[in-house]
Every structure is written in C-alpha cells, then in structure tokens.
Nanobody, 121 residues
Framework: QVQLVESGGGSVQAGGSLTLSCAASGYQYCMGWFRQVPGKKRERVAAIGEDDSTRYADSVKGRFTISKDNAKNTLYLQMNNLKAEDTAMYYC??????????????????WGHGTQVTVSS
C-alpha cells in the first residue's frame, strides 16, 4: 500500500508563495497534485511522469512548478503569485502509469489526506 503525506499548506496573502511537499512511502512512477473546493469538482493542478515530463492546468501555468526528488521519494509543488482562487485543499496522488498516461489521467489510485491552502486578497 502506497502512503502519501502532504505538508506545507497554510495561509498567505495574494501574491505570496508556498511550497507543498508530498512524502511517498516509496518510488512512484507517476505523481500529481490536485485541489478541491467544497461543492466543486476536484481539479488536477499538475502531474509529473517518470521521465520528468510535466503538465499543468491552464489556471496555474507560469505560476506553479511541480518537481520531485527521487532520492527522497518526495514530490513538490512550488506555488508563486498566489491568487484567492487558488484557495483549496491540495492533494497529492500517485499511480504506476507511464509518462503518456500520467499526464492525461485523473483517476489516480493512491491519495494523500490533503493540506489546506488559503490565499487572502
């Protein structure tokens, strides 16, 4: 069973930055960040494949950067120029897909419990 533990969430003013981390229980081929606001559909924010290929939601392109440290089995999400609409619970996810599917799929198998990000305007 894969375990994913997110950290780094918090409250920040608009224009600020936060870095989320996700510690995995082992190497993961495909990882992603999702976010969800109560009453709304879960949104994929970014994904990264085993070849380090990445894909971002249009709403975060140019502001967020997904990366991973394979030696530490840790996934990161650097979030800059945060906006009030970025407020959400952020979840880390993992699966065993190859790079192509990793950047296309939303139905990941393994999920963390989430970390809250609140951006005040």
């Amino acid at each position: 069973q894969v375990q994913l533990v997110e950290s780094g969430g918090g409250s920040v003013q608009a224009g600020g930055s936060l870095t989320l981390s996700c510690a995995a229980s082992g190497y993961q081929y495909c990882m992603g960040w999702f976010r969800q606001v109560p009453g709304k559909k879960r949104e994929r924010v970014a994904a990264i494949g085993e070849d380090d290929s990445t894909r971002y939601a249009d709403s975060v392109k140019g502001r967020f950067t997904i990366s991973k440290d394979n030696a530490k089995n840790t996934l990161y999400l650097q979030m800059n120029n945060l906006k009030a609409e970025d407020t959400a619970m952020y979840y880390c996810a993992a699966d065993r897909w190859g790079p192509r599917l990793c950047l296309l799929q939303d139905e990941f198998t393994f999920w963390g419990h989430g970390t809250q990000v609140t951006v005040s305007s």
